[in-house]
């Protein structure tokens, strides 16, 4: 086995590798950037070496930095997980070239599928079904836009050299054709630097479903069955699934045989995936090869209860494969889910800021957490902002869609916008539980994924009363015990009053409640309480409610109305995130002081993190309707479309193309039309 393993990236799949690493014996090294100085890789492994600024052009991407700290320190191989330069063909070959074992497949695997295009040329070759396309050297947009019509639309944009859905575009019309692709071009040589496109029929109601192949350098190639992952935003997964549901044993046969046959055309070696877009008349079509570890690895780890990493070691150190074809069982079902730093509700806009809270779900033998984020830790504008990936196994699909709704409600974090309220919907949604899906699922089920939000109800504000409530007991017992005389009434807990009655008034902002008086505001709620011995009695819409509770820091046991619930409630930027059996919500509080807090009016549009603006689409005066597309934004190497609020008039536009944009910029303001 290697003595010493440098890991070539960072967050969960670092963490993933050293761990695995830990339990073989072998020694790591992790890099960082500067930013990443205290993340949790690099406490993890037992050597740790800053390579660069924050940047994965100045960190994560510098092959030969990266060669440099693995020759000083001792490395025999090197793991790169993956994205950054796990598919790199050259720096793969810069590890041969200094000894060091690359831990993945051949330069020439790399290369032969590094290319979409070439890709599909070799796959053709060997008898691969492939989806009707364009995947020659003419990138003019004549020639493109010619394919596209003799294809027959829609078709698909996609970058020969990318992968992760970046570039990626749907293209309904000839005339929508060449904005789609100069956009898919630029997002390709910002990401990938390689601007070449391939053009595909794009198929109505596909699925995404890939197998997990793995071979060594002994003739030795096995699949590990196959994954669903057709549930995508941006062409970016968001759900996985092991084994994929609905499809025939003579169909998954005969997919899984086909990837074995295009593993073996290229001499793969190592961990793989073969990629399939699987049609609703049974008919599947070779898509891509991923020449590196999956990031939803973990559903095929569930279901045959090995560890890939381990075998990637293995294969890397020229062993045989561990197992034959026929000794690797698939036991039950598995999901994953990625839980992500972004907003579901603004087209899932990527959210940065840093982890004020984080709970996590109990891990067990049916649940598992892959995460490289602790509480404290940052959400920054230069990586993937996944907070951690959440997988669920049990023995049927049903019990493991139940093992995954019961741990989303477990999962808590503050401090950044997350997708976690839309994976528990997903997780309900009655198509998925049925099994109708397919890649436009999201859009096709739009109306049920995102309702309206609903108000707050009132036992959440009854939590929300209670807990101020008891936060200023705390205060008052804290003065009294720093008084010279605690026996003061002014220091008393009981609700004591001067010449006044005992009720307090408590005001509250829901926002997502609506002033009638001010429809571009969020709507006030008032609390009254009034203290009666140990209970509280509190008044929300007219209705009274007697409550008790036990605050220790932010875990709040509260009885009301009979009914004890454990809840925690987060205190942030003068908001409470109020968690309990299940649910969450946001509330902003006006306090004593009249420190009110900072109510988001729907009509200003705010940078959500840094980037350049590419394109303005409105003019000052327009009147604009709500969700039409107002500009777009560049940032992490994505193009994020910022869309109206709500209906109104446009009243100042703050940038224009070109221009750089700071995180909290006022980017444009609306005056919303009043009905």
Not at 88 to 97: G, I, M, T, V, W
Not at 404 to 414: I, N, T, W, Y
Not at 488 to 507: A, F
Not at 632 to 661: C, N, Q, R
Request: with cysteine.
């Amino acid at each position: 086995m290697f003595a010493k393993v440098l890991v070539a990236n960072r967050g969960e799949i670092a963490c993933r590798i050293i761990k695995t690493a830990g339990q073989l014996g072998i020694k790591t090294i992790a890099v960082y950037s500067t930013v990443d100085k205290n993340s949790k890789h690099v406490s993890m492994a037992d050597e740790a070496f800053c390579i660069g600024g924050a940047p994965a052009s100045e960190s994560y991407l510098r092959g030969e930095k990266i060669i440099d700290v693995a020759l000083k320190n001792g490395a025999n191989a090197i793991h790169p997980g993956y994205g950054f330069l796990s598919e790199n063909a050259d720096f793969a070959q810069l590890c041969l070239n200094n000894d060091i074992v690359f831990i993945g497949p051949s330069v020439s695997a790399i290369k032969a599928m590094g290319s979409k295009s070439n890709a599909k040329d070799i796959m053709a070759k060997a008898g691969v079904p492939l989806v009707p396309g364009y995947h020659g050297d003419d990138q003019s947009l004549e020639n493109l836009l010619a394919s596209a019509k003799d294809i027959g639309f829609p078709v698909l944009l996609k970058p020969a050299a990318g992968g992760g859905g970046k570039g990626m575009h749907i293209v309904d019309t000839a005339a929508g054709f060449p904005a789609a692709l100069e956009s898919s071009k630029r997002e390709a040589m910002a990401s990938f630097s390689n601007d070449e496109v391939l053009v595909e029929k794009y198929l109505i109601q596909p699925r995404h479903v890939e197998i997990q192949v793995f071979a060594d350098n002994h003739g030795g190639v096995v699949h590990l069955f196959e994954r669903d992952c057709s549930v995508q935003r941006r062409h970016q997964k968001i759900i996985e699934e092991a084994p994929a549901p609905g499809i025939s044993d003579q169909v998954r046969k005969s997919m899984a045989d086909v990837a074995i046959k295009a593993a073996s055309a290229i001499g793969y070696t190592g961990a793989g995936t073969v990629e399939f877009l699987y049609d609703s008349d049974a008919n599947f079509y070779f898509m891509e090869m991923n020449t590196r570890l999956q990031v939803e690895h973990p559903v095929t780890e569930m279901i045959t209860g090995l560890d890939l990493v381990e075998w990637q070691f293995l294969v890397a150190m020229n062993q045989k494969l561990p197992l034959q074809q026929d000794q690797i069982k698939c036991d039950g079902h598995a999901f994953e889910v990625r839980i992500y730093a972004e907003d579901p509700d603004q087209d899932f806009l990527p959210a940065t800021g840093s982890i004020v809270h984080l709970k996590l779900p109990e891990e067990s033998s049916h649940v598992r957490i892959d995460t490289g984020i602790r509480r404290g830790d940052a959400v920054s504008i230069y990586y993937d902002p996944m907070i951690a990936k959440l997988i669920v196994w049990d023995r049927s699909r049903n019990t493991a869609l139940a093992r995954l709704r019961s741990a989303l409600d477990e999962f808590q974090v503050v401090g950044v916008s997350t997708n976690i309220e839309f994976l528990s919907a997903l997780a309900a949604n009655e198509n998925f539980n049925n099994q109708i899906i397919d890649t436009g699922f999201i859009d096709n089920q739009k109306h049920i994924l995102f309702p309206e939000k609903s108000a707050v109800a009132d036992d959440l504000i009854v939590i929300a009363a209670l807990y101020i409530m008891l936060k200023r007991d705390e205060r008052s017992k804290r003065q009294a015990d720093q008084s010279t005389d605690s026996y003061s009434p002014w220091h008393q807990v009981s609700g004591w009053r001067t010449n006044q009655q005992n009720i307090d008034t408590l005001d509250f902002v829901d926002f997502h409640r609506i002033d009638p008086k001010n429809p571009e505001l969020p709507g006030l709620i008032k609390a009254t309480v009034h203290i009666d011995h140990a209970n509280y009695q509190i008044g929300v819409n007219g209705n009274l409610y007697t409550a008790s509770g036990k605050l220790e820091a932010e875990n709040l046991v509260v009885k009301l109305s009979g009914q004890i619930m454990e809840t925690q409630v987060i205190e942030h930027r003068r908001k409470l995130h109020i968690f309990s059996h299940g649910k969450s919500v946001v509330l902003g509080f006006v306090d004593t002081d009249h420190q009110i807090i900072e109510i988001e009016r729907s009509g200003n549009l705010i940078a959500p993190m840094p980037g350049t603006i590419i394109d303005v689409s409105v003019g000052k005066g327009d009147r604009v309707k709500k969700n039409q597309d107002l500009l777009k934004l560049e940032a992490m190497k994505m193009e994020h479309t910022i869309s109206a609020p709500v209906d109104g008039i446009v009243t100042e536009i703050f940038y224009e193309p070109g221009e750089m944009v700071e995180e909290g910029s006022e980017l444009i303001t609306i005056d919303p039309l009043k009905e």
